[in-house]
């Protein structure tokens, strides 16, 4: 089996293919012919930190797997970053182990190209002023994503860390042509945006209705755990919202704290992003609804990412092999 | 972080260590010290298969982590084996990956310790005669067990496969000077056996009530399944039933069919192994008892047998290293 570390996959997984492996991720879900039970987590509140199993099966990539994934609120402190993944893939035919790849720089992209696949179908097509609320690790990959979208002119940011504004700013203007703007306040950043993109960790709402203008698209990614939510209730209400996967953001999404209070129901739920790129329904009807992509992120993308590099690598002759069997047909298998 | 083969381990876990880890995992999470969340299947049927995600953490070895396994019945008929296994284990309070390790050798030894512990605390003392229904590989690893706990002098074997029973008679034989005795009647194989050990895949009854003497202990290991049963429900009922963990037992045990058809009730189950190592209550009362233990397997038993073996291999300098990121301060821890 092959060994796929984090600099082996930066070298096979663009934005541009991360973009096309997750909109087919998201059809092919849609359909019915991938498959994804719950994922289950591992709460250790004793270490302010919880671990996630995330098993799927990706019918088109005939791959099935696990991403292995933590979340340690304290690790910054600790100058440890507070997400890191591992995922294992198997055949499923035989269930034989083809790989396992580092899954942090993987998860970042798929949930980058997500937002921005999502983006895609819901924001208006000449979207150029991008607000950022959060400017985190997760915040510029949005942007990667977006970028390769929209053409995007001002790039907007507001976060309460300078450390993060700054690296993130950094990172855009050395590779893109693009005029950035930091803001102090929240409502100023987020006036006439056409795109909004939230990735804080926040707990109670940021984002307040007034704030947000007829015709906005907004990407909800930070909320991904029961309890988290990064916009207001009547804000979510009022918008035409779009689901990765219903039981899943229904738990942790943005929407969850809005349905636990009541503030909206499932009927208030417009369907999934799959469902959304087949066509089912259409996203925004009219030029001044606000649309809002509630994103929790599913372990179809990360196996459907996974396979795409693992397939890769396997034609390029990249990653280490190791066998952890003698047994000489499990170890002579790929 | 660390790489740990089959043949790795084979070095590095021995029946005696098994034992006593197992034993110590199932206090330690009767003690609520430990946490395991209910396992995830990812079902495949159309590959006559599936997926199961198993994360817990050991509070005594301070180790999360997850046990990927499989299950596919038609694999023998490729030439593969039907299980096959993988350990990831992390720091719980960082968690930092520390180790990937071969998962099925050690899932072999720790269940066959299991069974052996459970037969520790509820079969008789002086139990010298074991039958064996089914006698594939897991059917080898408990007697492995059993033998370092009984002074075992006769070793029976029921199956209908011959080559199952070649291999599992030599096996034993090579090691052991014992006396093996293969049947072609299961009333006979089973009529004053002491310890009773079942293997089999089934879904349906085989050993029926009135086959069992009184003082029989039985170990069922075979259903692990829902919809998987050995043994005749009215035998579960007036046996004094032990499980290694009530939500599972009763989801997938050998209980999981009698609990769904009424026959027998929650209240029929004695308690679970680790309450019993415990001496919170008595297994076995009377010297007719016939006792039953309800082995599903546990993430608890896995993540305490893969610490167990990370740590003497770190100690050893057994393994190989690597690293999935380029980031020194994760590169850098061991």
Redesign the interface.
């Known amino acids: 089996m092959l060994?796929l570390?984090?600099?082996d996959i930066r070298k096979l997984f663009s934005m541009e293919e991360a973009l096309s492996v997750v909109e087919t991720a998201f059809k092919d879900y849609a359909l019915g012919n991938s498959?994804m039970?719950?994922?289950?987590?591992?709460?250790?509140p004793e270490?302010s930190?919880d671990?996630r199993?995330m098993?799927?099966?990706s019918f088109q990539h005939q791959i099935?797997g696990?991403k292995?994934v933590?979340s340690?609120s304290k690790?910054p402190q600790?100058?440890?970053?507070s997400v890191?993944a591992?995922l294992?893939l198997?055949d499923?035919?035989?269930?034989?182990?083809l790989a396992?790849l580092?899954g942090?720089f993987l998860t970042n992209m798929r949930t980058g190209a997500a937002g921005a696949v999502a983006a895609k179908y819901l924001a208006k097509k000449d979207a150029s002023i991008t607000a950022f609320v959060g400017s985190g690790q997760q915040a510029y990959y949005q942007a990667l994503a977006l970028l390769k979208i929209f053409k995007l002119t001002e790039l907007r940011i507001f976060d309460t860390h300078a450390e993060s504004k700054k690296t993130f700013s950094q990172k855009i203007k050395d590779s893109f042509n693009i005029s950035i703007h930091d803001y102090r306040s929240l409502p100023s950043c987020l006036e006439g945006a056409h795109i909004v993109v939230t990735t804080t960790p926040s707990h109670t709402p940021l984002v307040l209705e007034n704030w947000i203008l007829p015709g906005t698209h907004i990407n909800a990614i930070g909320a991904d755990a029961p309890g988290k939510q990064e916009l207001d209730a009547n804000l979510v209400k009022k918008s035409r919202i779009v689901v990765d996967d219903l039981d899943q953001a229904s738990h942790s999404g943005e929407i969850n704290m809005p349905l636990k209070e009541h503030l909206i129901s499932s009927s208030d739920i417009q369907g999934t992003l799959g469902d959304l790129i087949l066509g089912k329904y259409s996203g925004r009807q009219v030029s001044s609804d606000i649309t809002l992509f509630d994103s929790t992120g599913l372990a179809i993308q990360d196996i459907a990412a996974g396979a795409y590099i693992y397939k890769k690598a396997k034609k390029m002759g990249i990653g280490?092999t190791?066998?952890?069997?003698?047994?000489p047909?499990?170890a002579n298998i790929p």
């Open positions: 060994l570390t984090e600099a498959k039970p719950s994922k289950v987590y591992l709460n250790l270490f930190g671990f199993a098993p799927a099966y099935a696990v292995w933590n340690h690790n600790k100058g440890l970053p890191m591992l294992i198997n499923p035919a035989t269930a034989v182990p396992i580092e942090s280490e190791i066998s952890f069997w003698e047994t047909h499990i």
